[in-house]
């Protein structure tokens, strides 16, 4: 599974989070019946087992919650599809997933299964979809099936809800006014815009959060942090760790800086000086002068030893050191 997938389905495993995608994605006929507005993340229960084929798991991965309503329980799943093709036979998948959930709750039932007025939950079934190409499948089963007309009545007929992120813009996804939202924004700007386009507009709408929603946000963040820019982050923070809004801020000026100046690749600034050839070379000004620009953007040591690749130990002092910023 890629590390956008595993960022994805670590924060649906989040029912706060979760409950803000159904907010965001989920038809509007459905809010309604459900009356969502009024559904609140205590009744959502996220099921620890996968209903996924180990043939499939490469492919596909699966988060199912049971939803605990006045009108009665439901299931709730959500496919997420790994690769950047087309599954033309994902009706048929989401069938095959459908029967799994329905027989596990049938086993699990007793000898209430036996009774006339036992009735299977319903399930939503939802497919989440983030590849490059259109996706050009159908939704419905009956259009994988031969000789539907014919056969009306004798074959399954749902659809599953799709949703492909690369239909809603960073705007729109802000405009969900939501941590959710927010952060899919920042997934939205791997096409097209970079982190600085759109940071003056997500952390506007952040500091309007509420305190929960705002720390919602940030533990979150990091996720995608590491997945748009492709600095691998997470190993040296302390366990918990959440950042804060001037940080955040902080780590996209750096990875902006990164890009128009060709941080891997090194500065030319009357000579040449790489900065991966300096970050090896010891205590070099090229090293100092990265440093003390990150501390003057509000990052702390251990964010610039992260991205630097320097140890914890040669940022404090090189820190320390004076160096005068230009």
Known sequence: MAEHDKGIRRIMKDRTMFLEFLQGFLPSHLQEALELHKVTPETLVLQNTSYISPALK???????????????????????????????????????????????????AGSRKNRKDFLLPPIIPMVFYDGEPSWTGSVRFTDKVAWQEAFQGYIPDFA?????????????????????????????????????????????????????????????????????????????YPEGYIPTVKEMESMISVAERERKEGFREGLTRGHTRGLEEGFTRGHTAAQMEMVHRMRAQGLAFHLIAQYTGLSLEEVTKLGKEEYPLQ
Request: with cysteine.
């Open 58 to 108: 490469e492919r596909i991965a699966d988060i199912l919650y049971t939803l605990h309503h006045p009108k009665g329980d439901m299931y709730v799943s959500l496919l997420l599809e790994h690769q950047s093709t087309v599954d033309f036979l994902m009706p048929f998948r989401i069938l095959q997933y459908m029967v799994e959930v329905w027989s596990h709750h049938v086993e699990g």
């Open 160 to 236: 599953y809800h799709f949703i492909w992120l690369h239909q809603h813009s960073a705007q729109e996804l802000r405009s969900f006014h939501n941590a959710l939202g927010a952060i899919f924004s920042i997934f939205a700007t791997k096409k097209g815009k970079t982190l600085a386009n759109i940071s003056q507009a997500l952390f506007s709408l952040v500091d309007s959060f509420s305190t929960e929603e705002k720390k919602l946000f940030s533990q979150y963040f990091l996720v995608c942090y590491e997945i748009v820019t492709g600095q691998k982050g997470g190993q040296d």
